[in-house]
């Protein structure tokens, strides 16, 4: 198991949030991750191999000057 991103998530409640630290460590993981989802957006799965090779092949990379 990862250990908690504990530097991402002050850096989140207090840099991006501006939580005031009391506020910050009075709140609870769960609504930690509710208020990140509420500015990024729901997390997503990575994409996988398939749905990338399709992505490359739609949007090729093109040399400079090509």
Sequence with gaps: MKPFPWSEAIG?????????????????PRELAYAVAAVRGPAREPMDRTVLDHLMQKFPDKLRGA
Excluded: H, S
């Excluded at 989140?12 to 609870?28: A, C, D, K, N, S």
């Design 12 to 28: 989140f409640g207090i840099g991006v949030l501006r939580l005031p630290p009391e506020q910050f460590w009075r709140m609870t």
